[in-house]
Nanobody, 115 residues
Framework: QLQLTESGGGSVLAGESLTLSCAASGTAFGINSMGWFRQSPGKTREMVAMVGGGAARYANSVKGRFTITRSLETMTVDLQMNNLKPEDTAVYYC??????????WGTGTQVTVSS
């Protein structure tokens, strides 16, 4: 069974950077896409960045500031976050999806950005 573990969250000031990492352990077959989502208190979980089929997609709010990279060999996906803003504060989750639309979520890592 696949398990995902996020790391790299923390508290930073606006304008600073963080890199989140997500590592998979266990058995993984047919992983089609990897991505990062986030959820703030009182809000629904939203897609931040995803990569699949060789293409990356980003939420409009993070375009130009965040970069997603993945390694199918090591089954990791990273999110480089630059020029962080207070509105980026959230719990960040990674997600792996298979060709059969089976999703595996990590447990989340907190990112707090202060002005």
């Amino acid at each position: 069974q696949l398990q995902l573990t996020e790391s790299g969250g923390g508290s930073v000031l606006a304008g600073e950077s963080l890199t989140l990492s997500c590592a998979a352990s266990g058995t993984a077959f047919g992983i089609n896409s990897m991505g990062w989502f986030r959820q703030s208190p009182g809000k629904t979980r939203e897609m931040v960045a995803m990569v699949g089929g060789g293409a990356a997609r980003y939420a409009n709010s993070v375009k130009g500031r965040f970069t997603i990279t993945r390694s199918l060999e090591t089954m990791t996906v990273d999110l480089q976050m630059n020029n962080l803003k207070p509105e980026d504060t959230a719990v960040y989750y990674c997600k792996f999806s298979t060709l059969n639309a089976e999703d595996t979520w990590g447990t989340g890592t907190q990112v707090t950005v202060s002005s």
